[in-house]
């Protein structure tokens, strides 16, 4: 669940810096992070799938 820290913890963060002093560099960021994360998340499960297909083909 830690992923989720990830993508609630920073943008939170980020969002509050920018409530505070608007600026375009933060808001790049938040995107930034906020893609990352998303895409890790999707990826993830499909990276440690391939990971495990040539696992098991080179074990044969």
Do not use: K, Q
């Amino acid at each position: 669940m830690w992923f989720l820290n990830y993508i609630v913890i920073l943008p939170t963060v980020t969002l509050v810096a920018v409530m505070e002093s608007p600026s375009y560099t933060l808001m790049y960021l938040l995107t930034l992070w906020t893609v990352l994360g998303l895409s890790y998340v999707i990826l993830r499960p499909i990276y440690d799938f391939i990971v495990d297909e040539i696992r098991l083909f080179m074990e044969y």
